[in-house]
Structure formats: C-alpha cells, structure tokens
C-alpha cells in the first residue's frame, strides 16, 4: 500500500501525516463516547442526589409533625410560638390561585400569537416579533416581580379598591405574561410543523383563512399545543421571586384573589432568608414543601409527556 501511495507520487511525509491524522480520529471515536457517557451520567446522578436530598430531608420533618395534618391541613403557621401548624393546603391554594391567573392569561394571548404568526404573518413580520417574545422570555423575574408590584398592583387598585398591596391577581396577571413566550413559541412550532398540503386542501374546498387556522391547523397541532400550556403551568408552579415580592407572606385556605398569598416557593424563599436555624420543625419543613412542589411539576411534566405521545400526529 505504501509502495503504491509512493508511486502516485505521495511523498513519505504525506504518509506519516496521514497515519497520524487515523491515529488521533481513532483516539477520538474512543474516548468521545465515554465524555459524553460521563456527562449524561453526571445529570442522572444530581437528580438522583436532588430527589434522595429531598426525601430524606422531608422524612425527618414527617417524624416531628403528622402527615395527616400536613396534608390536610388549612392552616399553615410554623412560627406560631407554642402550637405551630403545618397545613399545607393554604399554600398549595395560594400557589394555584396564581397559576390559574397566570393560565387565564397567557393561554388566549399565548394561542392568539402563535395562530397570527403561524398563519398570518409574514416572513419579515415573523422575524421581528419572535426576537421581542424571545426577549420578553429572557427578563429576570425579579424584574417582573417590581413590575407587578410597583405598576400592575395600582392599576389594579383603581380599578378594584379592596385590592391590598399585597394579593393574588398582580403576581397572577404578571406571571401569565412571563409564560406567554413559552406557549406562543412552542405552540407556533407545533402549528408550523402542519404541512402546507393540508392548509391547501381546505382552502380548495372553499374555507377562510380563519377557518383553515382554527377547524384544521389547530387540531392537527394540538398535541403540541396542549403539551406546550402544561409546560407553562409547570413553569408557573414553580415561580418564585414574582409572588414573593408581589404575593406578600400570609398564607390562606379561601377562593379570594385581592387579599395577601403565600406560594411554597415562597414560603421556602422566607425561611431560606434566614428565618429558621438549621435543625428546626420550620427549617425541615421547607424539604417537606420542596418535595410537595417537585411531585406537582413532576405530575404536570409526565402529563405533558404522555399528551405528546397520545395524540402526536405524524405527517
């Protein structure tokens, strides 16, 4: 084979480096796929420490407090002197309370986007409006926690005048247009993925554009549609610093959005400040609530999955 390659007139140097060059593509197809088994690796082992973290952590606090009352209970005051109580159902309510808000508000709008970019808009249209929800999709949320609570909250306030400081509706409204770029992105994706063939075929068959987007695109994408609203409702779940800084801290068991919430993940920014010292009821209990948080988006994420299994069409 050399002979040869000398021959066609390689030099003996063109060799070497060509020898070379197999050597190092042989090191590299070794040890890429070990790299990349330990990166995957890695991921599965800090989820694995993140879920035991969590259950151990909330074991110890089901071992000073009843799980009856933690999970049945309305009433949730750890810093009560004496007698502390630990119902959980005021903040879970709390914590849907904003994202029922948050879902009311961004799904229409959300939607709304998606079908108009989808279907309505031009190619340069389309290319100037993604970067602005893009952008809106990248504002830290302490910055939309200000904005809920020092511009929505006195609009609200004009409009609404038992509406206090603190409440359930300006961090709702505002955590629902952090969470509009998510379903408008992904739903828009979703309806582009239709393929053109069909859009025509209904249009020959004589219906409107409108018609065209909402009775056959819709639809046909609604596997993706639906997947990318759980996403968002997960996402809103887990929202932290815009109910923290716009909820206030009195957590409460009733249907009332004007008067002052308290999230779980408020509740565990509250004590992570420093309120509780390690070892204490209130100290385990922010694991009891984290883990309680972590099995809800946990649920939402697995329903999104199984949404997009059941009823993804395939062109």
């Known amino acids: 084979m050399a002979s040869q390659d000398l021959r066609n007139g390689q030099s003996i140097q063109d060799l070497i480096a060509k020898s070379r060059n197999r050597k190092g593509k042989k090191i590299t197809e070794k040890t890429m796929p070990i790299l ?40 949730w005051y750890p810093f009560s002197g004496n007698n502390p109580t630990f119902g959980v159902l005021a903040l879970i309510m709390g914590t849907l309370k904003v994202t029922v808000i948050a879902v009311i508000v961004a799904v229409p709008i959300g939607l709304a986007a998606a079908i108009y970019l989808s279907e309505y808009a031009s190619d340069r249209a389309r290319r100037s409006i993604k970067p602005v929800l893009e952008v809106l999709a990248g504002v830290p949320t302490i910055v939309y926690g200000f904005f809920a609570l020092t511009f929505v909250t006195p609009i609200l306030q004009q409009l609404i005048p038992s509406l206090k400081i603190f409440n359930a509706l300006s961090p709702g409204i505002v955590v629902g247009i952090m969470i509009i770029p998510m379903i408008a992105s992904l739903s828009e994706d979703a309806m582009s993925s239709v393929p053109n063939s069909i859009r025509e075929g209904a249009l020959a068959l004589g219906a409107t554009k409108f018609e065209v987007a909402i009775k056959v695109v819709l639809p046909a994408a609604l596997s993706g549609i639906i997947s990318s609203i759980v996403l968002a409702v997960s996402r809103a779940l887990g929202e932290t610093m815009i109910v923290s800084l716009a909820g206030g801290a009195s957590p409460s068991f009733d249907f009332s959005v004007t008067g002052s919430i308290q999230t779980m993940t408020a509740y565990i920014v509250q004590v992570s400040s420093g309120d509780a010292g390690y070892g204490t009821t209130i100290y385990y209990s922010i694991y009891a609530v984290g883990f309680t948080l972590f099995i809800f988006t946990l649920i939402m994420n697995l329903l999104a999955h199984y949404i997009s299994k059941r009823f993804r069409e395939e062109y």
């Open 36 to 75: 990349l088994f330990i990166a995957a690796f890695i991921s599965v082992l800090t989820t694995i420490g993140i879920v035991f973290t969590l259950i151990f952590e909330t074991f110890e606090f089901f071992q000073r407090v009843s799980i009856t009352d933690y999970l049945f209970g309305t009433q």
